[in-house]
């Protein structure tokens, strides 16, 4: 799995982190571990940035599944320096989904945990330009 963090926006009504994510596996299988990336972002001092998820977008090519979103998180205080962001897996205990054809013949495709592999990002941190009061 490659994940690539492509911008990460700081404004007066949030935070908005860009990324991109690939990993190698088939058209049958869509249960790939990198549809389901978080993020935890914590201030200098450990306090938790409140996410606020965000919409998401994944297509199949070439033996490759990419994914990319935007997610969002609450805005940040005047006094905050540094930004730690730790990138994870969300991974769900159930679920499955509905495959529809072509001809409208919808196909149930059951949740099968056991193609889902956690795994370790690195996390990474960011300085925050100083803002004007």
Same mark, same amino acid.
């Given at each position: ?6 911008k ?5 009504? #949030?935070?908005?982190l ?11 299988n869509s ?8 993020f ?8 938790e ?13 070439? #033996? ?5 979103s935007?997610k ?24 499955g #989904?509905?495959?529809i054809?072509?001809? #409208? ?8 945990k ?13 300085e ?6």
């Amino acid at each position: 799995m490659q994940l690539d963090v492509s911008k990460i926006s700081l404004s007066p009504s #949030g935070i908005a982190l860009d990324y991109t994510a690939t990993e190698k596996g088939t058209i049958d299988n869509s249960q790939i571990g990198a549809s389901f990336i978080e993020f935890r972002i914590t201030d200098q001092n450990g306090k938790e940035i409140t996410s606020h998820s965000g919409g998401g977008e994944g297509h199949f090519d070439n #033996g490759v599944w990419n994914f990319s979103s935007t997610k969002s998180f609450d805005p940040i205080s005047v006094d905050v320096q540094k930004l730690t962001i730790t990138p994870y897996l969300m991974l769900p205990s159930g679920g499955g #989904g509905v495959q529809i054809d072509k001809d #409208g013949a919808e196909t149930k495709i059951p949740f099968n945990k056991s193609s889902l592999k956690e795994v370790k990002f690195q996390q990474f941190t960011v300085e925050v330009p100083k803002q004007n009061k």
